[in-house]
């Protein structure tokens, strides 16, 4: 079975300042791991995803990942927080079948 | 590029109505899923599909059913409905077990 636990429901973070949302998984097979964006009243849009090789992923809006075997964690960073960052932010890790399973979620709010 | 497409939006019924959500994806996808959501509790799997002509259950499948009419389609049914399925639904789809899903904008179902 695979899980994903999300640490923290919700973040604030001043517009500029760092942003750090953490996520650690469990799974019995070597991962897929993703972070989703949802924004108010839409789906869930694909961030950056890990498969295999580099283990410090990027993805879209200046956001990064890194993947830590050894910590079974996936947290997600972005040196500098915007406005438009404010946001629910999904950590998943997915099974080679496809299924994925989703963490609870964590809120971040930007303050200017 | 359309993506995925949920019909309808927004849905109101009473306890007992039935009533169909209506998915399509134009992106050649083998895999189509149907997530819920709820408030502090991320996503959770209600069927899959990894291909066309197969189903699956996934982890809260009670009082629903799906249908994978095509590759392109895959619709989801309350037969019944109850207020406890008042929920906001997902439908998304899938490549290939790393590459993460596309979804739909959602159904907002309210059961009163």
């Known amino acids: 079975a695979q899980s994903v636990t999300q640490l923290g429901s919700h973040v604030s973070v001043s517009e500029g300042a760092l942003v750090l949302l953490r996520c650690n998984y469990s799974?019995?097979?070597?991962?897929?791991l993703f972070w989703y964006v949802q924004y108010p009243n839409q789906g869930l849009q694909l961030l950056l995803k890990y498969t295999t090789g580099a283990t410090l992923v990027k993805g879209i809006n200046g956001f990064e990942a890194e993947f830590k075997k050894s910590e079974t964690s996936f947290h997600l960073t972005k040196p500098s927080a915007h406005m438009s960052d404010a946001a629910e932010y999904f950590c998943?890790?997915?099974?080679?079948?496809?299924?994925?399973?989703f963490g609870d979620g964590t809120t971040l709010t930007v303050k200017p | 590029n359309a993506g995925v497409t949920q019909t309808p939006k927004f849905q109101v019924l009473k306890t007992g109505q039935s009533m169909t959500l209506q998915c399509a994806q134009d992106m050649n996808h083998n895999s189509m899923y149907w997530y819920r959501q709820d408030p502090g509790m991320g996503l959770r799997l209600i069927y899959y599909s990894a291909s066309e002509g197969t189903t699956d259950k996934g982890e809260v499948p009670n009082g629903y059913n799906v249908s994978r009419l095509n590759k392109r389609e895959f619709s989801l049914r309350l037969e019944s409905a109850a207020p406890s399925q008042t929920s906001v639904y997902f439908c998304?789809?899938?490549?290939?077990?790393?590459?993460?899903?596309?979804f739909g904008s959602g159904t907002r179902l309210t059961v009163v």
């Open positions: 799974s019995s097979v070597p991962p897929y």
């Open positions: 998943a890790v997915s099974d080679p079948a496809g299924k994925s399973t």
């Open positions: 998304a789809s899938g490549r290939a077990p790393n590459y993460g899903y596309t």
